[in-house]
């Protein structure tokens, strides 16, 4: 493997990389090796276990909790009784294949089994009591977030030098979603540069995801783009440094439409072709030759007939973002493929040149590649900062532009 042209990794608080992980591990091996230490009583979900066994396990296809209970020798009586105490607290039929539980028994020569305890994500679990009292609990892990900065010069790709310097995979998708609109990111180029101070949340110190960007730098040929991550009216989204929204807004609709005949979905009935497929676009219903607008600026990629689409066109807005337009009387005269078009500009007219009962827009919205619907799509509006709140977005623009700044470019010596 190449090795990268990692600039910097700094962290602004405790262990990620690799020398504080070093540090941590041997503090654990050391008590484990020193089983003549008097043992602290243990816990385990908030229970105390020392005096206990512990059996853990992963839920087996169609595996339900009784067939588990039952295999452990639980009574049918306290299997029924957990089973009503666990309604409307947790559905058993929710035991998903491989996911962990842990049985604590009593150390009798029965295992009496005290509890079962279900972890169905990373940040959940459930405690079934099966001990003196029967009840169910559902209980949310403590979630640390910690403040954690990257920065480097990209090597290869975006992707492979985030992971190179021990990134989470998660954060480039983050970072891209962030400057959908400023950068193209299949034109990234060696050279380019970033900078991201991110909150990861972690739980009893394992990372598990993270809460969100707060701020990014990004050099991509000459020029260079800020994203600052502000809430406004508890909405949040990301500006560049004079406080305007770095999503640019699409149209609602790219036409003056009756009503919308069919909605995106996974199955429908197909009226033409006398089938169940899936739709995985809006119809607009309207009248034949009504103007068709692209809902925001960009680039035509295709302007031509197909069988089933009939005279359609499809343009790329940037990296991120696709919008493909069908059944077309006809495509407007110089829309082809390479024409830059604006925001709001008539690229053809309604019709039912294709699969088509009648005259209506087939309207397709692509994310990074996948049809979404364009109805459900989260696309905040791109306003502007409200002038009220400038001076506090000002003021955490400036922290967050300042930490960026403090992320120096160190080049690593060949
Ligand atoms: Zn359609």
Known sequence: MKVPHIISLSLLVLFHACDSVVKQVPKKETIESLPQEAPKPKLLFGLTVDSSGVIVGKIKRNQTLSAILQNFGVSDAKIYAIAQTSKNIYDLRKLNI??????IHKMDSNKTVDYFIFEP???????????????TRVYRKKIDVIERSIAAEIHSSLYETAIDIGAPPLLVSKLVDVLAWQVDFFRIQEGDKFKVIYEEESIEGKPIGIKQIKGVYFEHFDKIFYGIRYSVDQKEDYFDRDGNSLRKTFLRAPLNYRRISSRYSGRRYHPV???YKAHLGTDYAAATGTPIHSVGEGVVVEAKYGRYNGNYVKIKHSSTYSTQYLHMQKIKRGIRPGVQVEQGQTIGFVGSTGLATGPHLCFRFWKNNKQVDVLKVDLPPSDPINPKALNDFLHEKNRVIKKLEQLSFIVPQA
């Open 98 to 103: 491989g996911k962990k539980y842990s049985i």
């Open 273 to 275: 072709q006398k089938r």
């Open 121 to 135: 994500d990373l940040k959940s679990f459930v405690v079934f009591s099966l001990g003196d009292s029967i009840y």
